[in-house]
């Protein structure tokens, strides 16, 4: 590899979706082929843990026995498979159970700096990993634990300076680490956000001298940067980085946590910036993640398109169209055809993330939170994205992919616009109008059916059963929502009700995008309902 050293993936198996073990096993067959030497399986409590039985209660699990086998799969094909857990924040299906709320929980989904009972848990995550992995390197997370010290471990002990908390927290970890034979690496942003007022990036800017001394000597600090196609960017971040005494891995992203639909045009940029800046400051340990956000929705195959331009970018093979011949002979399918997926957020450019196949999706008929979207469109922009997509249903190994994306285009065909059509024949009274529209909210349902028939034969495919659950209720909701609709509007047309009290407001931006934009939103409770929290 040019510059490359390390180059890895990581595989979130926390956000719903725990991909089943014959799934991994196919994919580190690519990624072998692809020139990968390193997997993490992010884990956030779907890991068996000795002694905590609430540790991933319903969740899917990997068991001992599962994880020896995933480890030896990865052996044998020159993979190490390295644990990537958490050891302070995004444990919040953990500490939703008493078991874990009532001892070890500060805020949230942070764990409780300083109680006993957390490092007695932690010790018990060790020795899972001990046990079932070969490798002894470790990723123990630590990121984005914003409101560490700020709950319960406040009312204990008062306010203290938060650096303070890190630290020792983060010498209990390491000592742990230590006893167990592992080398840990963690996710370096909680330094930079407390020396900058909540700020992760800060290129350029100086570190305070006990964010440096916080962090031990043998801890590897990984950068994360999945946001910016622009060189000079990494290349300050990587500076500012450099001012600790640690190793420096970097973390790209594969987008496809955005909804069902990944974005590689923007993902394989942000990469081709990031490893010229890697290779040119001396970074030379890099993985890729594809987080997997609110659900899991987009699957875990199509991000193969950015996982190979990385591959080839860390060879110093910068030549598309040699890439794309490549890419090609592994998968039996051209770049154009995964790149057709993007079409269905209508994504103009690969310098975008926008996300209108989910929000629009859930987007409620009646409230029309996001609406104003849609004007000046027709609908009819999903039915040609839904005809890019007809090569990819062709393909024996990935056709269930395009399948999937072609069913959601079918339901947007309609949906997309129905809410403020129905909006806009309601104002004015036009009840004609309004039952000329109750057909398609019958139709829609169908639609709705069909694409969750397909979306649940994807995840079967990929996934173990846990998870989905969500999804039933997502999308059994959103179906029985439009029935309602459509019994409203009926009613209404045969004079049985006075109104609808949610037509008869106005559209109000909900975001600053102006009208017939598409934004990114990625939270179906935000999109689906108008109070979302208690």
């Not at 800060?202 to 801890?219: T, Y």
């Not at 640690?246 to 990469?271: C, D, K, L, M, Q």
């Amino acid at each position: 590899m040019d510059k490359i050293k390390s180059l890895g993936v990581m595989l979130d198996c926390s956000r719903d979706a725990v991909y089943s073990v014959e799934t991994l096993k196919t994919y580190f067959d690519l990624l072998a082929k692809m020139g990968y030497d390193s997997v993490q399986l992010y884990t956030e409590d779907t890991y068996e843990a000795e002694g905590e039985p609430y540790f991933g209660y319903l969740r899917g699990r990997y068991s001992k026995a599962e994880l020896k086998e995933i480890d030896a799969a990865a052996k044998e094909r020159g993979l190490e498979l390295i644990p990537c857990i958490q050891t302070l924040a995004h444990l919040g299906g953990l500490t939703r159970w008493r078991e874990y709320w009532a001892s070890c929980t500060d805020t949230g989904d942070i764990l409780l700096a300083g109680e006993e009972r957390t490092y007695r848990l932690i010790e018990h995550m060790f020795q899972t990993c001990a046990e079932c992995f070969s490798s002894r390197r470790i990723n123990i997370g630590m990121d984005e634990a914003h409101m560490v010290g700020l709950g319960k471990y406040l009312d204990m002990h008062g306010y203290r300076n938060r650096f303070e908390i890190l630290s020792e927290h983060l010498r209990r970890v390491g000592e742990i680490a230590d006893k167990y034979g592992f080398k840990p690496m963690m996710w370096s942003d909680m330094f930079f956000r407390l020396a900058n007022k909540g700020e992760y990036y800060c290129a350029g800017g100086n570190i305070p001298q006990e964010a440096i001394d916080l962090v031990p000597e043998n801890m590897e600090l990984i950068y994360w940067d999945y946001y910016s196609q622009d060189k000079s960017h990494y290349d300050g971040m990587i500076k500012a980085h450099k001012q600790f005494r640690n190793r420096i891995v970097f973390a790209g992203g594969a987008h496809s946590w955005e909804g069902f639909a990944p974005f590689n045009r923007y993902s394989i940029e942000a990469t081709r910036a990031a490893m010229r800046s890697c290779a040119e400051n001396g970074v030379d340990d890099v993985f890729f993640t594809c987080w997997k956000d609110d659900g899991a929705e987009c699957s875990l195959f199509a991000s193969l398109p950015t996982l190979f331009c990385a591959a080839e970018f860390a060879r110093g093979n910068y030549d598309d169209e040699k890439i794309a011949a490549k890419f090609r002979k592994l998968t039996g399918l051209d770049m154009d055809a995964f790149f057709a997926l993007e079409k269905i957020n209508l994504c103009e450019s690969a310098g975008e993330i926008k996300n209108p196949c989910k929000y629009m999706l859930y987007n409620d008929m009646f409230l029309g939170i996001y609406d104003r979207t849609a004007i000046g469109h027709s609908g009819q922009e999903f039915a040609e994205a839904r005809r890019y997509l007809e090569r990819g249903t062709q393909s024996r190994r990935f056709g269930y992919i395009f399948k999937t994306l072609a069913s959601l285009c079918d339901v947007l065909e309609i949906k997309f616009t129905l809410g403020l059509r129905t909006r806009e024949a309601y104002r004015p009274g036009d009840k004609q109008k309004l039952l000329g529209l109750a057909p398609e909210y019958a139709e829609l349902e169908r639609r709705v059916q069909k694409f969750y028939k397909q979306f649940r034969a994807q995840w079967d495919r990929e996934c173990k059963p846990n998870g989905f659950e969500k999804h039933d209720i997502r999308l059994g909701g959103l179906k029985a929502r439009i029935g309602h609709c459509r019994e409203m509007l009926e009613e209404y047309c045969a004079g049985k009700r006075a109104d609808i009290s949610p037509l008869n407001e106005d559209l109000l931006p909900a975001e600053e995008e102006k009208d017939g934009c598409s934004v990114l939103t990625n939270s179906w409770l935000h999109t689906a309902t108008i109070k979302p929290l208690m």
